[in-house]
């Protein structure tokens, strides 16, 4: 007889927590703790929900779940690091700005992430998207709105 999900999610989630306690400071990602247990990935899902409401993991999106260190300040979202970069000096007003492309490289995340902040970054009129010519800066971020 089949496990039920819930109880499966409650063995990942027991197993993964062992492993914290232990000292393992990564989590195996979504597609690889699927395969170890051979279940679905709203089943992982729901476990690392459960360590996650216990303060145990975080979560980034577009980078995947990593052990919280108690006291470590939640490190800065993707939009707070491109808010950041725009508004560091390297951009000026009409410079062309970083592409889907060489916000995932540089930012190690994902196409979706990526398209998703500079869509609210445009949709804030920071950038705007010139089809066939790339992203460019419209507007400098003041002090406030980078934090």
Same mark, same amino acid.
């Given at each position: 007889?089949?496990?039920?999900?819930?109880?499966?999610?409650?063995?990942?989630?027991?197993?993964?927590?062992?492993?914290?306690?232990?000292?393992?400071?990564?989590?195996?990602?979504?597609?690889?703790?699927?395969?170890?247990?051979?279940?679905?990935?709203?089943?992982?899902?729901?476990?690392?929900?459960?360590?996650?409401?216990?303060?145990?993991?975080?979560?980034?999106?577009?980078?995947?779940?990593?052990?919280?260190?108690?006291?470590?300040?939640?490190? &800065?979202? /993707?939009? +707070?690091?491109?808010?950041?970069?725009?508004? *560091?000096?390297?951009? #000026? =007003?009409?410079? &062309?700005? /970083?592409? +889907?492309?060489?916000?995932?490289?540089?930012? *190690?995340?994902?196409? #979706? =992430?990526?398209?998703?902040? /500079?869509? +609210?970054?445009?949709?804030?009129?920071?950038?705007?998207?010139?089809?066939?010519?790339?992203?460019?800066?419209?507007?400098?971020?003041?002090?406030?709105?980078?934090?």
């Amino acid at each position: 007889m089949a496990t039920a999900p819930r109880n499966t999610c409650l063995k990942i989630a027991e197993t993964l927590r062992s492993q914290i306690q232990a000292g393992h400071t990564e989590i195996p990602s979504e597609a690889a703790l699927m395969t170890e247990h051979s279940v679905s990935r709203g089943v992982v899902r729901r476990a690392l929900k459960i360590l996650s409401s216990e303060g145990l993991i975080r979560a980034r999106q577009g980078f995947g779940w990593y052990v919280r260190v108690p006291g470590e300040p939640e490190p &800065p979202s /993707l939009k +707070e690091q491109l808010l950041d970069r725009l508004g *560091d000096g390297s951009f #000026a =007003v009409g410079d &062309p700005f /970083l592409s +889907e492309a060489a916000v995932c490289t540089e930012y *190690d995340t994902n196409r #979706a =992430v990526a398209r998703r902040v /500079l869509a +609210e970054m445009a949709g804030a009129g920071l950038i705007e998207a010139m089809p066939g010519k790339g992203r460019f800066v419209r507007a400098l971020p003041s002090a406030e709105s980078r934090h």
